[in-house]
């Protein structure tokens, strides 16, 4: 069965530091990789995803997410994070499910970041 | 955001009772799913559906019912609500069920279960 594992539960960094969020899949066809972030008290909103095409996708706020087909990952990455990224993070990937999808998604990362 | 909107927002209930939680949207969008937020299981797809009338399980699905409707709103019922089902309840929809496309995630519902 597809599975996805973030292998941190909780990441605590300082601010303006870089951050890695790491992401492995299992999967032996292609896949659709998502990331998702989800503010306190809020529902999950997409931050990016890998369809096709270059590995390397970038959100509008500064994440990077690198699509590694040989070691099944995609982790997220920031160079630089602010007090307002601090969230909880999801890794998802899309399986098929009968005739149709779903998304199958890690247990999710809590980002924390100090001042 | 995507206009999704969930109620109650907040439900605190007594083991046995029936409860029915709303998903309300108006993206017109075909797709309409059930999940369940635990600490440390990430979300968990409880039930989907792919048109009016068209429901079919997801993972978690013991338990639970859903009914649509119309095209706007999905429904799921706790037949007879237990403890174990105390949890958040995030609806989200998608414009078709293909693997690219993006979920548009509702606010969510806090379920308490006594």
């Known amino acids: 069965a597809q599975s996805v594992t973030q292998l941190d539960s909780q990441v605590p960094v300082f601010e303006e530091a870089p951050v890695e969020l790491r992401c492995n899949y299992s999967s032996s066809v292609s896949v659709y990789l998502f990331w998702y972030v989800q503010y306190p008290n809020q529902g999950l909103q997409l931050l990016l995803k890998?369809?096709?095409?270059?590995?390397l996708v970038e959100s509008i706020n500064g994440f990077e997410a690198e699509f590694n087909k040989s070691q099944t990952s995609f982790h997220l990455r920031k160079p630089s994070v602010h007090i307002s990224d601090t969230a909880e993070y999801f890794c998802?990937?899309?399986?098929?499910?009968?005739?149709?999808?779903?998304?199958?998604f890690g247990k999710g990362t809590l980002l924390t970041v100090n001042p | 955001d995507a206009g999704i909107t969930q109620s109650p927002r907040h439900k605190v209930t007594e083991t046995g009772t029936p409860v029915t939680l709303r998903c309300h949207q108006t993206e017109n969008h075909r797709y309409m799913y059930w999940y369940r937020q635990d600490p440390g299981h990430g979300l968990r797809l409880i039930h989907y559906s792919y048109g009016v009338k068209d429901t079919d399980k997801g993972e978690v699905s013991d338990g639970y019912s859903v009914s649509r409707s119309k095209t706007e709103d999905f429904l799921l019922t706790l037949e007879s609500a237990t403890s174990s089902q105390t949890s958040v309840y995030f609806c989200?929809?998608?414009?078709?069920?293909?693997?690219?496309?993006?979920?548009?995630f509702g606010p969510g519902t806090r379920l308490t279960v006594l």
């Open positions: 998802a990937v899309s399986v098929s499910w009968g005739s149709n999808y779903k998304l199958t």
């Open positions: 890998y369809l096709s095409g270059s590995t």
């Open positions: 989200a929809i998608s414009e078709s069920g293909q693997g690219y496309n993006e979920q548009f």
